[in-house]
């Protein structure tokens, strides 16, 4: 028998909810910046796509928000479990009640339908009446690191946490195509922010790769504000023709260890580890 939805309840799955999203955080993003930042920093410095490093401020600032992004995260989970609890969200248990076929495609269709959904807010979020109030939080992160990837105002992460519960409404899901979607979303947004570009040359124009977004087309979002709006695919870009004009090039350009311009952090490549402390 389902125990009653009382505040203790709530509480306690908010509680869970919470610490679940910072261990996700934690180690993807903390892991990503160890790696590019500390760690291996000299070593992949040929990787940094701007030549400039944030200051210790500006990366405590996205640490906060994030902080910040997770408890309204987890606010949307007590609202999934409510909306289990009372029948309204078409969750399941039992993967082979509808078979491996189908929590395959649910699980493409979750996050086909989330790139397409960011797409189309996060455009809506840069519409100039909006903008101000509710994206300019995150675009304060001119060289963004891996801390910046869930660095929202609360209302964008309201928005963003929202394709959940709107795709449950409507398509039979597993918990475990969520836990997927969400290492998914947390690798791709932190790469996005990371700073560093991993993949190869060529990439952006193969005909195969072309279509899957790489950290500089974020980057270049960061530095330009008006295109490259994607999050997975560089699907809706292309179609809308929003990608920046340069984007194959600048890549290149990164990839063959050239700097782009402009950059409006305060820290020389040298200087990060006396900004960070280590």
């Not at 840069?126 to 929202?152: C, E, G, M, N, Q």
């Not at 008006?226 to 809308?240: Q, S, V």
């Amino acid at each position: 028998m389902n125990k009653p939805l009382t505040l203790d309840r709530l509480a306690l799955v908010f509680g869970a909810d919470y610490i679940t999203h910072l261990i996700r955080y934690a180690l993807i993003a903390g892991g990503a910046f160890l790696i590019f930042y500390v760690w291996r920093n000299r070593r992949l410095r040929a990787l940094k796509i701007q030549e400039n490093y944030p200051a210790r401020s500006e990366m405590r600032r996205e640490v906060l928000y994030s902080l910040l992004s997770l408890a309204i995260f987890s606010c949307v989970g007590v609202l999934v479990f409510v909306m289990h609890r009372l029948g309204w969200a078409k969750l399941y248990l039992d993967i082979n009640e509808r078979g491996w076929g189908w929590f395959a495609f649910s699980t493409a269709l979750l996050i086909f339908a989330h790139d397409a959904y960011f797409y189309w807010t996060h455009r809506l979020m840069h519409w100039k009446p909006l903008f101000p109030i509710v994206h300019r939080i995150h675009h304060l992160s001119h060289t963004p690191t891996p801390w910046a990837a869930f660095a929202f105002h609360p209302i964008e992460a309201v928005v963003e946490a929202g394709i959940f519960p709107i795709f449950i409404l409507f398509v039979p899901t597993h918990p475990l195509s969520a836990l997927i979607w969400l290492l998914y979303m947390t690798v791709m947004n932190v790469l996005g922010h990371c700073g560093f570009e991993i993949l190869q040359r060529g990439f952006t124009r193969h005909p195969l790769t072309r279509w899957h977004n790489t950290a500089v087309h974020h980057d270049m979002h960061h530095r330009h504000v008006h295109c490259n709006y994607g999050l997975y695919y560089n699907l809706w870009d292309r179609l809308m023709d929003t990608n920046h004009a340069r984007y194959d090039e600048e890549f290149e350009r990164v990839k063959a260890k050239g700097k782009p311009a402009g950059g409006n952090s305060e820290a020389a490549p040298g200087q990060i580890r006396t900004r960070i402390g280590v």
